[in-house]
Nanobody, 119 residues
Framework: QVQLVESGGGNVRTGGSLRLSCAAS????????MGWYRQAPGNQRELVAL????????NYADSVKGRFTITRDNAANTVYLQMNDLQPQDTAVYYC????????????WGQGTQVTVSS
C-alpha cells in the first residue's frame, strides 16, 4: 500500500501562485509515476501533470502548459506542483495520484486539497 498526503492548497487571486506538495509513504518502490489531478464541481477528474519517478519525464495538460511545473524529490518521497499565473478556471480540488505503471490506472489517491482562484 501507498499513502499520499497533499498540502499547499488555499485561496489566491488571479495571477497568483501556489505550490502543492504530495508526500508518499509505504510501498513507494512499486510506484513508477505520480501525478496531479483536479476536479471542479460538475466536472470529471482530469490529469494536470504527470512525472515518472525514475527518469523524471513529465507531461502536462494543455491548459496548464507554461504555467504549472511538476517536480519530484525522490530522497524526500515528495512530488510538487508549482502553479503560477493562476486563473479562476484553475479552481478545483487537486489530488495527488500514484501509479504502478507509467500510463496505467491510478492505483493510489490522496485526500485532495482545495485551490480557489478569485478574480
Amino acid at each position: 500500500q501507498v499513502q499520499l498526503v497533499e498540502s499547499g492548497g488555499g485561496n489566491v487571486r488571479t495571477g497568483g501562485s501556489l505550490r502543492l506538495s504530495c508526500a508518499a509513504s509505504g510501498s513507494i518502490f512499486t510506484i513508477n509515476a505520480m501525478g496531479w489531478y483536479r476536479q471542479a464541481p460538475g466536472n470529471q477528474r482530469e490529469l494536470v501533470a504527470l512525472i515518472t519517478t525514475v527518469a523524471g519525464d513529465t507531461n502536462y495538460a494543455d491548459s496548464v502548459k507554461g504555467r504549472f511545473t511538476i517536480t519530484r524529490d525522490n530522497a524526500a518521497n515528495t512530488v510538487y506542483l508549482q502553479m503560477n499565473d493562476l486563473q479562476p478556471q484553475d479552481t478545483a480540488v487537486y489530488y495527488c495520484g500514484a501509479s504502478k505503471r507509467i500510463w496505467g490506472r491510478t492505483d493510489y489517491w490522496g485526500q485532495g486539497t482545495q485551490v480557489t482562484v478569485s478574480s
